[in-house]
């Protein structure tokens, strides 16, 4: 069992440790980190416009729910601003550049709009893993287990062996990278394929959890376009990283 498969047992706990390293971390390491809350802004930022936009939408219409969840149901995963999506596809294009993506891997259901509108920027195909037999999935298949983050329960997820082969190069989006355990699994089932992971693509990676970390660590290239760096459910306070 690696590390974040590990991590992806303890899911829910020990979260709140590192709260305070990072905020302490966004004042004090670089200097460079802005804070944000409801009706505060210290605004410093160098990142891309998309970058900017996700963060301005996050802070304004994101609700910090206790359990480090973030709720951003009016434009993200259950309401879906498909403008901005456009403009995160846009950026996902800018940041995995040339031609060896051949195809776009999600988890349904949150990852697919995010997934569908950055396919148009590739010009390839989505697949997106299914947490559900069903009998519309005929023929074999790639199996893993996934523990989710927000539903706390383990899933068998799913993709049909006929979309997923070893020539293809795979670029994984999600719309929320948290401890990592849907990336994981995601990289899994490419791998079970022996297909090449290209790249993870995030919309919003919560940078106090551990799965950014991680999959970094083990040399997976993971680009988030809004990267939260603490949040407090009790004062709404959101702290972001800079980016470059
Ligand atoms: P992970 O597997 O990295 O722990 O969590 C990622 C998955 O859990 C994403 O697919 C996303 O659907 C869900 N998720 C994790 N954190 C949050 C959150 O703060 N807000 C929402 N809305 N979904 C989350």
Redesign the pocket.
Known sequence: MDKTDER?RK?GRADSGNKFLNTLQGWLGTGMDFRTCRNRHLHMHTGGKVMELLEERIRRDGKVKPG??????SF??HQMDVELFSEMGKEFRRLFPGKEINKILT?EA??IGIACITAQYFQVPVVFAKKSQSINLDGEQYVTK?????HKRVYDVIVAKKFLGKDDHVLII??????????AGLIDLVKSAGATVEGVGIAVE?GF?E?GRLLRSKGVRVESLAIVDSMNADTGEIIFRQQA
């Open positions: 992806c899911v480090n969840v973030l709720k951003v149901d993200l995963n988890i949150s990852g996934i523990e989710s983050f927000t999600d719309d929320f990278l948290a401890n990592g355990c849907a990336a919560k959890q799965g």
